[in-house]
């Protein structure tokens, strides 16, 4: 019996002792601070140079309480204290996942740590110059380094972030190709704009009353769209004035808008079959200034008395001045803007306004030529798949952000505008 116990007291002291060294083994764990693993430092992709991006997997030691730093060095140093300090942050921060890449691009699992060192502030990267990185952790009074790794920045030929940018780019004037091929070999359907039905009935009025055609590009200059409209309208308008033999004004408060203006009428009218009937003074310069441009133009209207107006392009505060007086003349009206914050003015004064894109339609619908008409078409079915992509975009992220799912983002990321 004596012998049984104390058979039990030596397994009793081998298991304390076993679980003493446990607890000290698990101690001694514990202040011990492991170096951040997997360090990995390397060029940043995608770039135009003069960054580097290191990144490590999370350590057991993360959290609140540890932070790391990221240390920077000339090229062949190997000791971590001839580096410099560049970064310092919480252990709980700096993820890929936080990072607008890709996923066909991103090189490490999302919950690593990620920092990329870039010239600015202190920090001067040169391209095709080796450095020395390394990243350490600190805890309390504890410190862990990593090895010191080496990594040159260079600039890249491509930023592959943007491939599907490209890609639906490609689509996008595949579709336009495609659509104007279609209108080439069929007629393709427009929807009826009673303001551009109404310019042949405009420019009859003139010829019939023996008076002027009054045609204005609006404020803005030549790098506006619409202006650039406006000009392609006028020279449909040009073209039909020409045929009927009436005359056409056009002032206006941009210089080169005018001389761009003055070689379309003059090409409408050699298309007309009538080159000797253009006039070098019916595009003319009155001043860059809002209303001073509006008096005179206001002026024109009451002694010309033109029988019809013609207000495309941008317009401002001066719309309401100039399409009053145009209306107490008894001319008849059309106006085409984008310029929402005018369009009640001119629905309220013309006759027939064109709103908002009918504007860009209108050079199409008047000519009827197949590769407008088709750009036209691609354009619509453009807009018709990027609200269908908007409208699922939105669903999938719903779903993505309720139940939690990753594969919604592998989606969107298709469709989205990464650096």
């Not at 006028?234 to 761009?260: D, F, N, S």
Request: aromatic share 10%; hydrophobic share 45%.
């Amino acid at each position: 019996m004596k012998r049984g116990w104390g058979d039990r007291a030596a397994v009793a002291a081998l298991v304390s002792a076993f679980i003493y060294g446990g607890l000290c083994s698990t101690a001694f764990a514990q202040f011990s601070l492991m170096p951040p693993a997997d360090v990995h430092v390397a060029d940043t992709p995608n770039d135009g140079g003069e960054s580097l991006t290191v990144v490590w997997a999370p350590g057991p030691s993360d959290g609140p309480d540890a932070r790391y730093q990221v240390l920077l060095g000339e090229a062949g140093s190997t000791d971590p204290s001839a580096l410099k300090v560049v970064a310092e942050f919480s252990s709980t921060t700096h993820y890929v996942k936080e990072n607008k890449v890709a996923w066909w691009t991103r090189q490490a699992d999302k919950a690593w740590h990620q920092y990329v060192i870039r010239s600015g502030k202190g920090i001067e990267l040169k391209d095709g110059t080796t450095y020395a990185v390394a990243v350490t952790l600190l805890k309390g009074e504890e410190r862990a380094v990593s090895p010191v790794l080496q990594a040159v920045p260079e600039p890249n030929w491509f930023n592959w972030n943007q491939l599907n940018n490209l890609i639906l780019a490609l689509g996008f004037g595949g579709l336009v190709f495609y659509a104007i091929s279609h209108a080439k070999r069929k007629d393709i359907f427009l929807r009826r704009i009673p303001g551009l039905d109404a310019v042949d009935e405009a420019i009859g009025r003139s010829t019939e009353l023996g008076k002027p055609i009054l045609y204005l590009t609006g404020a803005h200059d030549m790098g506006d769209p619409s202006t650039i409209a406006a000009a392609v309208i006028l020279g449909r308008v040009a073209k039909r004035a020409a045929a009927y033999e009436t005359e056409l004004l056009v002032p206006h408060r941009e210089p080169i808008t005018m001389a761009v203006c003055q070689e379309i009428t003059k090409q409408a009218y050699l298309e007309a079959g009538k080159p000797d009937l253009f006039k070098e003074d019916t595009n003319f310069f009155i001043t860059s200034d809002q209303f001073s441009y509006t008096a005179a133009v206001d002026g024109i209207m009451l002694r010309k008395k033109p029988a019809a107006n013609f207000f495309m392009g941008a317009y401002f505060a001066e719309s309401l001045l100039l399409t009053e007086t145009g209306a107490s003349t008894g001319a008849i009206q059309i106006a085409g803007t984008d310029s929402d914050h005018q369009l009640p003015f001119f629905v309220t004064t013309c006759d027939y306004t064109l709103i908002g894109e009918e504007l860009y339609a209108a050079s199409a619908y008047l000519s009827k030529e197949p590769i407008q008409v088709g750009t036209l078409r691609g354009q619509d079915i453009g807009k018709a798949v990027i609200l269908s992509v908007i409208m699922a975009g939105t669903v999938l992220a719903t779903i993505g952000v309720v139940t939690g799912a990753q594969w919604p983002q592998v989606f969107l990321d298709l469709f989205r505008d990464l650096k």
